[in-house]
Structure formats: C-alpha cells, structure tokens
C-alpha cells in the first residue's frame, strides 16, 4: 500500500532514524511527510533532497493561524513563506495548525471565532491557488488539536458554503483520543461527511495513546502498552487493528496515511501493521 508511510522530524538527533526511514520509503516507495519542528536549514534541504517520495510539508509553530488580531500578519507571512519555500521544492501539501488560543464554547463567541478564522482561511486558500504550479495544486490540511468535534462540524460547513476548495482535514486519530469528548464513531460519521459531501481530502497522523498524555507511541509500543488490541475509546465492539483497517485504511485508499511517532521505532512499528492493519 503505497499511500501509508511516514512523518519524520527536522531534528538532528533524530539524524540517523530519520535518514534510516527516508531510505525505508525510497526502497518501498512510501510518503514522507516533514514536520517542521527546529527550523534547521540542513536538515531541511538534506530530507527534501533525499526523500524521493516526501509529499507533504508540516508547518512549523510559527505558522499557526492564531485567533489574536494583531499577531496575524506576522503569522500570515510565515505561512505564505514556508508554503512557496515548499512548493519552490515540488511539495504542495501543507498541514497546518490553527492555535486557538482562547477557546469558549459558548454559542455566540464560538461563531466570532469561526468568523475570524474563516476570514484568514480564505486568505490562506486565495494564496495557495497562485502557487499553483505544472498542473499541481497546492493543499492545506487543517489537523485536528484541542477543539472539540462539534467545533469542526461548524468550521467546515462554512469552508464548504464558502468554497474553499484548498482548505482539507488531517485528522489525527491520538489527539481525537485525549483531546476530545466524542466518540471515534462520532469522529467517523464526520469524516464521511466531509468526503461525501464536502469533497474534502484527508490526510492522516497514526500513532497511539494510552492515557490522557500525547505520547505519540507506535504500533510496537502500544502493544507493549497492551493497548493495540482493546481501547475503550476507540470502540467497545472493536479492536484498534479493526478500526485503523476497515474504517480508515479501506475507507479512504486515495487518502494518506503516515506513521506519527518517535523515529526509533516507526519501521518496526510499520513491519508489524504491515501484517495485523495494512495486510500486504
């Protein structure tokens, strides 16, 4: 399965993992995605250069579309640099955070943060549609954080009245786990609303939680965690293998998937779901 592969990090004592995994998906011809974490120029240009089959670019924390008014310029600028960086590299597939930093539920204030948003999304969309270049579209994937699911729900309907075709989902199946409130079922019906009624794209962060920490553990560890195979969050009726499969994998076969997690671990970690998820 050619559309399932890694997320690696620009950060050097990872530097022998890393480049250990980039060989892994040239061999095997599997996605790369670059997260932007240290903002190291090396380390950068040596992934882009090497990694035959890097597609997607995460952007760094300075690219958050931060709700504050007056810091966003200065945010804008960084989003527009980094995507024409990448792009200038053939990379037009971007994730993007959003960072709210106040976030109340209440209706009235939800709806001005949805407002506000909106107003620098379509920015983010008009200037993503210049960057196009050779027949290639430039995307932007919004991952899922610490928002609650029926937050998404809103954001989206008014990304899709407004026909902001570049603005798609990552969705993040650990921080669906400790972030939010809902059901992986809920989280489910949703995505296949977008899909199906949105035509939105999705791109997909794998890695695994046992608790209420980020731990970002792979698919060995998690074993070991002894969580692999009975999650209660995930599903009462369902083992994760079963999920990750049938409702991700086998669901979404034009989507991406990659393996978010430590690089010391993310080969053997995909060997195994290679047997238990993917099936090859």
Known sequence: MNNFGFKVI?????????????????NNKLPIELAIYKEDKEMYERIIKEGKYLNTIHLSRKCNVHLKN??????????????????????YRFVLHMNIEKFNMKKNERKDIIKVLLERLSEINEF???MDKNDKKVEIFIENLFEPLYFYKELFEEINELELDRINFCFDI?????????TLENWLLFLKIMKNDYKKNFHFHIHFNAGLKDQHLSFEESINEGITEKDEYFSKLKNISDIIKYDLIDVYKDDTFVMEQNPKYQISGYEIMKKKVINE
């Open 10 to 26: 620009d950060v050097k004592k990872f530097d022998k993992e890393i480049f250990e995994i980039i060989e892994y998906s040239n």
């Open 70 to 91: 007056k810091t966003f310029e200065e945010h804008k600028g960084n989003i527009f640099n980094e995507i024409e960086r990448g792009v200038s590299y053939g990379i």
């Open 128 to 130: 993503s549609k210049k």
């Open 174 to 182: 650990g921080h669906a786990k400790i972030w939010s409130k809902d």
